[in-house]
Each structure stands twice: as structure tokens, then as C-alpha cells.
């Protein structure tokens, strides 16, 4: 057998032995993961549906046709109001191409900051040097959280966008557990005569299954990616309002992307049929439950959430009171077998690769059955993980670092206690079991 075969059976017992909190991932469905490595995969098929460059397309176009249908269905849009561009490869070329569809080079952008939980691309750039894309071509400019609150002061994003005058405001809540007030949004940018793009990225199965607020009415663009609460395979979608529809097609393609990856829109076109489900709306809503459960259970043990909890499938861990770096804790949770995310946290001193906070999330744990009673099984254990560890700080000394950070690594996977609570992650995980063929 190949190595790479082996190599993805380690990584399937993985999945399946360990929680997987990270609030980006989910497990997808059977049928998504045939689509995804079918026969579509050797197609080439530049252009549109009906509008393409290379011959032998009259599946893909149906495909795609449906793929489209079925999105604008389910998020209840009128075609004749809305379309949808379904060939974006993920998240961050999708931002990149309704950037280049809006703007002309030099525009300002405001978008969310990135420690308040915003994303990278939505353009980064930090001290003086500009890190994405995004932030070569546009001028970004950032909206903050209170660090108080942990949430948006709406009357301050109006202020700044007032005085910076962008051409596109930008929300999307990477580590932001808050609903988005999109109307607010909506109103700030339309003052300044800006486009307003909604990120749904995270909440787009939320929206779907009727536990988070639509944006649809308050946005003129609305981005999501696939693979998070939408539990298809990697990608995304681009709404827009049809006026400016042309300039998002053209945009994807050929401004920023070439061929489309037929595969992966079929591997959508599925999970957006399930996502039409009795059974997906009930999803929808004890995701957001698992979520708050564990934040109220967490606080009951002496965490702070940042913003208070959440309305969303994600939790905010503020780990400063507990004088442990977010980097410890990700290790030790993981030697344990839950494989949650390290994460800033508003107003963070530290670097984000050695970050301040843990960011959680319940999408995947709910795709597998648990409820309520579990997570605060599971909130128990994070308890003790992080006070079995203790108070641990980042050596400032690169060299002290670098020794101190390798050998905490390897006494980890070799701790008792870790180890003994990664049995009883295990004996969870048996009986909550997933399917992954
Ligand atoms: C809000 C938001 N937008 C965009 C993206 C980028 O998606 P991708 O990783 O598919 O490029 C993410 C990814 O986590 C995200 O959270």
C-alpha cells in the first residue's frame, strides 16, 4: 500500500479517537466525500455553465446548474434578486476575488481586526508590514471589539468608517462568538456609500438550519465557506445581488482562478441538499446549545469567556487570569485527545502563534451525537488538563525557548494524568462513533 494510503488510515483512527473541537472543522458525509473523489476530478471546464472553453461539459454544467439552485434555495434567495458563484477554490481566494470584482487598487477596506477574531483575509497587516494579499493591493483598515465587553460598539465602527471612508466594510467572525448585527453593518457602510460584504464563513450552517440571523437582506455580497458548519468539502459560495453579479463571476473567473474544481462543487451541491433537512435544522440549533453548555460549564469552573458566551458554535477562552499560554494548553489538550485551536484574544499581548486564548468549537462533537451532558463532561476535562499543567510562561530567550517548548512537547504525550484522561476521550468517542467509510 502506498504510504500516503497508510498515512490517511492513521489519520481517519485519529479523527475518529480524538474530539475534535476546532471550531473550522466538522466531519462531512459520506456522499460529499464520494462526489469529492469521483471521476469529476479529471475535468477541465473553464468558464460558465453553457459558456465554456473546453468541450465534454454537459454533466458538469448540470452539476453546477443544481449546485447553484440548490444554494439560492436553500437560503430562501429569489433568482431573480440574487446569484451565486459556486467555483471559488475556499475562503480566502473568494474575499480575494470580490475584492478585485469592487474595488480599484488603493480602495480602503475596514474589516475586523484579527485578534478580535477577525480573519486574514479580510487583509493583515500588522506593525507596519503588509502580510496578505489583500493588504498589498488595498488600503485595510481595522474595527475593534471593546476589550471590556469583548464585543463590537456598533456607534464606534459608524464613527471610524466616517472618518476612513472605505469603499467595502467587511465582517466575518473567525474567534468572535457574538451574532453579527448585520443590519447595523449594513447601514454603517451604505452612509459612506460602501459595499458591505457579510463573511458567514463560520455560521453558514447556523443560517441555514435557522439558529443564526440571516444577512442576506442587509448585505450586498455574502461569502461562506463549505467545509465548517455546512459540513460539505472544502470551498465556498458568493452571493450577490444581481447587479453586481457579473463582476463576482468574472472576477473568480478568470481574474483570479482558472479551471473550477468540478469535484468539490458537486461534493457542495450535496450538502447543500442535506442541509435542506428536518434533521440538519435540529443540528443547527443543539450545535449552538453544545456550544453555550460548555461555556456556561467552563465559566462554572473559573474560566473567562471572552464576550461573556456565545450565540454561535464557538467559545472564546481568555487563559490570562490562569497565566498559562494558550500554546501549553493546546499541547496538553491534544496528549489528552481533545485537539482544540490556540487562538488571541482582544487586546492579546502576545504573538498569535503563542497566543493568550484556547478557541473551541462544538460543530464536529454534534455531527457525532453529543449533547449538553457531554460537554460538560468534556469542560471537566479541559478543567483539569489546564490545572494539571499550571501556570507556564513563553522564555522570552530564543534558545531557552526553543528547549523548553520541545521538552514540554515530549513529556506531554508520556504524562500519566494526560494519558489517563485520553483513555476516557476515547471511551467518549466509542460511544458517540462516526462514520468515516
Ligand atoms: C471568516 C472566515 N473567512 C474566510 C476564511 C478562509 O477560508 P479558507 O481557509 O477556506 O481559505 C475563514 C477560515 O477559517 C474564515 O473563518
Given at each position: 500500500m502506498d504510504k500516503i494510503l497508510q498515512i490517511i488510515k492513521q489519520e481517519k483512527k485519529r479523527q475518529e479517537e480524538t474530539l475534535m473541537m476546532i471550531p473550522s472543522e466538522n466531519y462531512s458525509y459520506p456522499e460529499v466525500r464520494t462526489a469529492v473523489g469521483?471521476?469529476?476530478?479529471h475535468k477541465y471546464s473553464e468558464g460558465y455553465p453553457k459558456k465554456?472553453?473546453?468541450?465534454?461539459n454537459e454533466f458538469i454544467d448540470e452539476i453546477e446548474q443544481l449546485c447553484r439552485s440548490r444554494a439560492l434555495e436553500l437560503f430562501k434567495l429569489d433568482s431573480e434578486k440574487w446569484s451565486v458563484n459556486v467555483?471559488?477554490?475556499s475562503g480566502t481566494p473568494a474575499n480575494l476575488a470580490i475584492m478585485n470584482a469592487l474595488l480599484e487598487p488603493g480602495d480602503k477596506i475596514l474589516s475586523m481586526f484579527l485578534y478580535d477574531g477577525g480573519h486574514l483575509s479580510h487583509g493583515w497587516s500588522f506593525k507596519g508590514k503588509n502580510i496578505t494579499l489583500s493588504s498589498k493591493i488595498w488600503n485595510i483598515n481595522f474595527y475593534y471589539v471593546d476589550p471590556a465587553t469583548g464585543r463590537f460598539g456598533y456607534a464606534r465602527i459608524d464613527e471610524l468608517a466616517r472618518k476612513v471612508r472605505p469603499k467595502l466594510v467587511v465582517s466575518g467572525g473567525t474567534a468572535y462568538a457574538p451574532e453579527i448585527d448585520h443590519r447595523r453593518l449594513y447601514a454603517i457602510a451604505k452612509k459612506v456609500g460602501a459595499y458591505y460584504l457579510a463573511d458567514v464563513s463560520h455560521e453558514a450552517g447556523l443560517i441555514a438550519g435557522g439558529a443564526n440571523r440571516r444577512p442576506f437582506e442587509y448585505a450586498d455580497v455574502v461569502m461562506m465557506t463549505?467545509?465548517?458548519?455546512?459540513?460539505?468539502?472544502r470551498g465556498a459560495l458568493i452571493f450577490s445581488r444581481k447587479e453586481i453579479a457579473d463582476k463576482i463571476d468574472s472576477s473568480v473567473f478568470p481574474g483570479v482562478q482558472g479551471g473550477p474544481h468540478n469535484h468539490t462543487i458537486a461534493g457542495i451541491a450535496v450538502a447543500l441538499e442535506k442541509a435542506k433537512s428536518q434533521e440538519f435544522k435540529n443540528y443547527a440549533h443543539q450545535t449552538v446549545a453544545n456550544a453555550k453548555a460548555l461555556a456556561t460549564e467552563l465559566k462554572w469552573k473559573g474560566f473567562r469567556i471572552v464576550s461573556g458566551s456565545t450565540e454561535k458554535h464557538l467559545v472564546l477562552v481568555d487563559l490570562q487570569s490562569k497565566k498559562v499560554s494558550g500554546w501549553f494548553v493546546g499541547w496538553a489538550l491534544e496528549a489528552a485527545g481533545i485537539i482544540t485551536n490556540r487562538s488571541t484574544v482582544p487586546a492579546d499581548s502576545a504573538t498569535p502563534y503563542y497566543p493568550s486564548g484556547l478557541r473551541l468549537g462544538t460543530p464536529a462533537l454534534t455531527t457525532r451525537g453529543m449533547k449538553e451532558e457531554q460537554m460538560k463532561t468534556i469542560a471537566g476535562w479541559i478543567a483539569k488538563v489546564v490545572e494539571h499543567i499550571g501556570a507556564r510562561t513563553i522564555p522570552e530567550d530564543p534558545e531557552k525557548r526553543l528547549k523548553e517548548l520541545k521538552a514540554f512537547k515530549e513529556e506531554v504525550f508520556k504524562d500519566k494524568f494526560l494519558l489517563g484522561i485520553n483513555k476516557e476521550v476515547k471511551a467518549l468517542c466509542n460511544k458517540f462513533p462516526i462514520d468515516l467509510g
Open positions: 469521483s471521476v469529476l476530478m465554456r472553453y473546453y468541450q465534454g467555483q471559488a477554490l463549505t467545509h465548517k458548519t455546512l459540513r460539505g468539502p
